[in-house]
């Protein structure tokens, strides 16, 4: 029985130490190892209730061997022996519950661990996906905005332009008009003048007509 104990406690020893430091492909083997035995939880529970109700009468058997040395004095070697095999068995089984207990705690903890690194490494590409998206959105952002001042350069040329154009065609305009007007003031002019000429020419007929009626 204590041989037992000794190579379970070197098989758990030997398991804690593997789940501590990781060495090459140990670690995931002993990890895969544990879900398979955690996959016959029964089994487990039966073996851990059968070794916590030995170690319950363990002690029962140190407390009933200190008493009967109690009643005596003292314990004969017979009841030595037995105080210190039962003693040392309760020791080892007592520090193999505790390592089956620190190595299920264990094994937990990595295999929340193991996920809360999957999980970490699916945001570190999100958030490297995002910052990627992030920056190709301020490049076009930053081409849109180089468009928007070409575009301001642009409009402001166009509004000088139209704004020349504006003025040239008020200045045409005042010339237009102070065309017409000379125009109209050559018309009216040609007109009074040819007024004066038909009366001229009226004038010349009367004279021609009044000379010859001299002559006759």
Known sequence: MIQLLFMVLCLEGMVAFLLMVKIGPLRELVMKCLDQVKMRKGTVLTVAGTISAILFSNFISIIKIQNKGAK???????????WRTNLLEATLMGFSLFLGFLIDRMHHYLRKLIVLRSSAGSSKKEFERLEKEKLQLK??????????????????????????????????????????????ALQKQAADLLLEYDRLLEDNQNLQNQAHGYRS
């Open 139 to 184: 490049e076009k952002a930053d081409k849109a905005a180089e468009e928007v001042k070409l575009s301001q350069k642009q409009l402001s040329s166009l509004t000088e332009t139209l704004k020349k154009v504006k003025l040239e065609s008020e200045e045409k305009d005042k010339r237009v008009e102070t065309a017409e007007a000379h125009v109209a």
């Open 72 to 82: 005596i004095g003292t314990m004969t070697p017979m009841d030595q022996v037995l």
